[in-house]
C-alpha cells in the first residue's frame, strides 16, 4: 500500500512547455507540501495545504501553481517551463496543520528540461 | 533566519562501527527536528522526531540527541551495516512557521 504516490515519476521536457505533476496521500493526513531538491540535493519547501488551504507559499516564481482538489491530493502545476527547473520534485504529508509533525514523502518526480 | 549544516558532508566507515552524524542549527527557538534517511533515486524517510522539549529519542539501533542552547542534534548509528548506506538528513522545524528547514545532508557508506 502506497503511502504518498506521485505522478509521473520521470519527466523529460522541452523549455516553454507547461506540466503538472501529481500527488495523493491514503494516509488520512489533513496536511501536504511540495518540495524541490536541487542538483546538489539540498531540499527547499515550496508551497504547504492544509485541508485545501494554502498555508506556506515560499519565494516561488509565479509559473509554479498548486492545486489541491481535496485534502488527499496536492498537484503542481508549471507553466513556462525553464532549464533551472530541473529538479527532483517531493511531495510529503503530515497529520495536522498548526503542529509540524512526522512527514511521510512520495517517492519523487525527476523533471528534466531540456 | 534558520540556517541548517551537516558536517561531515560524507562518511566511509567499517561494518559494525559506532558512527556520530552532527547537524547544527543557528536559531535555537525550535518546534522540533527529524532525522531522514534518502536512498539514492528514493524519496525521504523519517527516522526519528525529537520535540524541543526532549534530549533524546532511541528507535533500534538508532539515538537522536538534541541540545537547543548549543543549536546542535546527533544522530548515533551503533553496529553500523552496509544496509545503512544512505544520505542522512537532518531537518529543523522553527517555532511559528508550519516548515521544516532541511540541512545539507551526510552520505554515509558503511563498507563491507
Known amino acids: 500500500d502506497t503511502a504518498v504516490s506521485q505522478t509521473p515519476k520521470y519527466l523529460v521536457t522541452q523549455m516553454g512547455n507547461d506540466k503538472s505533476i501529481k500527488c495523493e496521500q491514503n494516509l488520512g493526513h489533513d496536511t501536504m507540501y511540495w518540495y524541490k531538491q536541487d542538483s546538489k540535493k539540498f531540499l527547499k519547501i515550496m508551497f504547504s495545504y492544509n485541508n485545501k488551504e494554502l498555508i506556506i507559499n515560499e519565494t516561488v516564481p509565479n509559473r509554479f501553481s498548486p492545486k489541491s482538489p481535496d485534502k488527499a491530493h496536492l498537484n503542481l502545476h508549471i507553466n513556462s517551463l525553464e532549464l533551472g527547473d530541473s529538479a527532483v520534485y517531493f511531495c510529503?504529508?503530515?497529520?495536522?496543520?498548526?503542529?509540524?509533525?512526522?512527514?511521510?514523502f512520495g517517492p519523487g518526480t525527476r523533471l528534466l528540461v531540456l | 533566519k534558520q540556517e541548517v549544516t551537516q558536517i561531515p558532508a560524507a562518511l566511509s566507515v567499517p561494518e559494525g562501527e559506532n558512527l556520530v552524524l552532527n547537524c547544527s542549527f543557528t536559531?535555537?527557538?525550535?518546534?522540533?527536528l527529524q532525522w531522514f534517511r534518502q536512498d539514492p533515486g528514493k524519496g525521504l524517510t523519517s527516522l526519528l522526531l525529537i520535540q524541543s522539549s526532549q534530549r533524546e529519542q532511541t528507535s533500534g539501533r538508532l539515538n537522536a540527541s538534541l541540545d537547543k542552547s548549543s543549536g546542535r542534534s546527533t544522530l548515533y548509528i551503533a553496529a553500523s551495516q552496509p544496509g545503512d548506506s544512505a544520505t542522512y538528513l537532518c531537518?529543523?522545524?522553527?517555532?511559528?512557521?508550519?516548515?521544516?528547514?532541511f540541512g545539507t545532508g551526510t552520505r554515509l557508506k558503511v563498507l563491507a
Open positions: 510529503a504529508s503530515s497529520q495536522g496543520g498548526a503542529r509540524l509533525e512526522t512527514q511521510y
Open positions: 536559531d535555537s527557538a525550535i518546534y522540533n
Open positions: 531537518a529543523v522545524g522553527t517555532s511559528g512557521t508550519y516548515k521544516y528547514i
